[in-house]
């Protein structure tokens, strides 16, 4: 599977109409600046390998995030090592949930890279602020122009090819700001045809077609306040899943919301935002193309959301503090039609996800005290409440006679962690507890065929809440040479929800083996380690390094699935003058404690060996790159452990 791709950016394009140096107005960008409360990193949306990134590689390039790829497209991201259920995945905040039951649209495939700014991931319980959470909390921030005095146009545009897939891209967005007026715009088209893996055969079914754009409008209504409002419209059609045996048809989401901020110069409140939202996710598969089907399914699903986040940024002195009401409502439907090749004898239908309701609340803070020059605290908490109700519930008495038709959980959470810098060494140690609830398949899915195992999942409304217990720690060196970084994080978890093979309950689905259901496991254990180094070679000449390991165990010491082996990542990146190479290799080494329980078989080791080239000119005021790469330079078939099927789908 070698992949070579052009890709053409202009970038930067600013053109200033009267711009004064006025002396810039204490804007909210720059004032929210200040008061964030825990300096994250923000990288920007392209990998040290590529400028063109798309979500899913941008987010590859994170060493807690590992994926489930059922294809070459909407990759399923895994943080520390476990499924999105246990994540809580964000778009500025607002809960989006994706209307696949057999998750072929996780959030990450809403939002495309040129509305994108930075991705905020935090882990475990630190991430509960967004809403209760065992794995922690991937943020995706879209781009928002500050205001600015005088009035100023900005934007890019990417296009590239990519050999491999025929895959081409045109990616645009453009901006105009003011002292009063912001508006930001995007579109961006991905056409990709099948893969070819590295024995050059065509990967039947991997192909894909994208669309997406988005429109931001903000209004200074006061020197200190602003209204805004966003929106999202992502298509995405005739999209292969050679992993499944199915494909998407057709997956439209519309992403709204309206926002106000207000910022205060004085008092402990130094901004105050709130946004409402709404969302409607509508997804519909086809399995008509694969002939192999003798008997047709249709599984169309839908998912609408909205709510409403408000949050609040305090500082004084050495103290500074967020707290943030999260409140929404998903209805989550899924229906399964059975039929032969004729259409209108339908045989069978059910509802997979029986209009299920979930309604959810939650007060988070989040506190940081500065206890002196070089040692900080933080600490905080939440207290969520959850609600289901399943409308037909008839589906979910099938499995569990007489369960209740409506459920109410109460979801408490807190972290605490300690950060010590004696330069050049920095330290930390860090502690968390929090509860989840089960997700809308885990508590009442019918029906849900898992191609990885083959089994048909059913949902458990009475199943526990999902209990956290985790620990993390971190040490690290740095100087102007140098960087070196280890971080590791346990996780102890009870009543870990998990399927199990049913004695009662026949297949549904003529592929499947038999009838999984989900419960709960008396605890499991995850165990991550990262390693990070990077040392500038010459003042032009950098290099940098990651390993990662993980290991993850049930309460029997069996192995879970998709835990990722012994991973790596190395990478040389050289400059001149306007020119630039970087090279690198990555792999995973074989995969050891694999699950056969759970479908999965070993993984071999695999190395990639990829290396990209760019070039940087200027057409008038634009910055203009042109950049060349080949990933998988030595064309290696591989799989990696998490490739649904044992079929490759991309690198890292
Ligand atoms: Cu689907």
């Not at 064309?635 to 990696?640: D, K, L, V």
Request: proline fraction near 4%; include cysteine; charged fraction near 20%.
């Amino acid at each position: 599977m070698k992949k070579l791709s052009i890709v053409l950016g202009v970038l930067f394009c600013g053109i200033n109409i009267n711009a004064q140096e006025t002396q810039p107005q204490s804007d909210s960008a720059k004032v929210l600046k200040e008061v964030k409360i825990i300096a994250l990193a923000k990288k920007k949306i392209q990998t040290e390998m590529k400028m063109a990134v798309s979500v899913d590689e941008f987010l590859a390039s994170s060493d807690n995030i590992s994926f489930i790829k059922r294809g070459a497209y909407a990759w399923e991201p895994l943080l520390n090592n476990m499924s999105t259920e246990r994540s809580t995945i964000t778009i500025d905040g607002m809960h989006v949930f994706g209307a696949c039951t057999d998750k072929m649209d996780p959030i990450t495939s809403y939002i495309e890279s040129n509305n994108l700014s930075s991705v905020d991931i935090k882990s475990g319980q630190e991430g509960s602020l967004h809403g209760a959470t065992v794995a922690g909390s991937i943020d995706l921030k879209r781009k928002t122009t500050p205001f600015t005095p005088g009035k100023k146009y900005s934007g890019a545009y990417q296009t590239g090819f990519e050999f491999n897939n025929k895959q081409l891209f045109n990616l645009g967005n453009l901006s105009y700001a003011s002292d009063k007026f912001v508006a930001d715009g995007s579109v961006s088209f991905r056409k990709a045809g099948n893969y070819y893996d590295g024995n050059n055969n065509e990967v039947s079914h991997s192909q894909y077609n994208k669309f997406n754009t988005s429109l931001g409008l903000a209004y200074k209504t006061s020197p200190f306040s602003s209204v805004r409002v966003d929106a999202i419209f992502d298509k995405a059609s005739n999209v292969g899943f050679p992993a499944l045996p199915m494909d998407l048809w057709l997956s439209r989401a519309l992403i709204t919301s309206a926002s106000y901020k207000q910022l205060f110069q004085h008092g402990l409140i130094r901004a105050w935002d709130t946004k409402i939202y709404y969302n409607a996710v509508e997804h519909y598969m086809d399995d008509t193309k694969r002939p192999e089907n003798l008997v047709h399914m249709d599984m169309p699903g839908w998912s609408t959301t909205y709510g409403l986040v408000s949050r609040a940024n305090m500082k004084r002195g050495d103290y500074s503090a967020e707290i943030q009401l999260n409140t929404y409502n998903n209805l989550s439907i899924a229906e399964m039609r059975m039929y032969p090749q004729d259409r209108s004898k339908r045989t069978m239908f059910a509802y997979s996800w029986p209009w299920v309701t979930t309604k959810f609340s939650s007060l988070a803070m989040s506190n940081s005290w500065d206890i002196s020059e070089n040692s900080r605290m933080n600490f905080g908490g939440s207290l969520g409440y959850n609600y289901n109700r399943s409308k037909y519930v008839e589906f979910n008495w099938i499995f569990h006679p007489g369960t209740p038709q409506e459920k109410s959980r109460i979801l408490p959470g807190l972290h605490a962690s300690y950060e010590l810098t004696l330069n050049p060494f920095n330290f930390s140690v860090g502690t968390g507890y929090g509860h989840r609830a089960p997700s809308v398949s885990e508590g009442y899915g019918y029906y849900i065929y898992n191609s990885f195992d083959r089994y048909d999942y059913i949902g458990n409304p009475d199943l526990k809440n999902e209990i956290s217990y985790e620990a993390n720690a971190s040490a690290g060196f740095k100087n102007e040479k140098m960087g070196l970084e280890a971080k590791v994080n346990y996780f102890y978890i009870q009543n870990y929800i998990i399927g199990r093979i049913l004695s009662l309950g026949s297949p549904m689905n003529y592929q499947s083996v038999g009838v999984k259901g989900y419960t709960s496991l008396n605890h499991a254990r995850i165990f991550n380690v990262a390693l990070n180094a990077n040392y500038n070679i010459l003042q032009h000449l950098h290099w940098k390094g990651t390993l990662t390991y993980a290991r993850a165990t049930d309460d029997k010491d069996g192995n879970l699935p998709f835990i990722r082996p012994l991973s790596y990542q190395t990478s040389l990146h050289f400059m001149y003058k306007t020119f630039g190479i970087q090279t690198s290799v990555n792999g995973d080494l074989t995969q050891r404690n694999y699950s056969p329980e759970y479908g999965e078989d070993q993984t071999p080791a695999y190395m990639i060996w990829s290396i990209s080239a760019n070039y940087s000119f200027n057409i008038k005021n634009c910055k203009t790159v042109l950049q060349a790469g080949v990933e998988n330079l030595l064309n290696e078939y591989y799989s990696t452990y998490a490739d649904w099927g044992n079929i490759c789908f991309g690198l890292f």
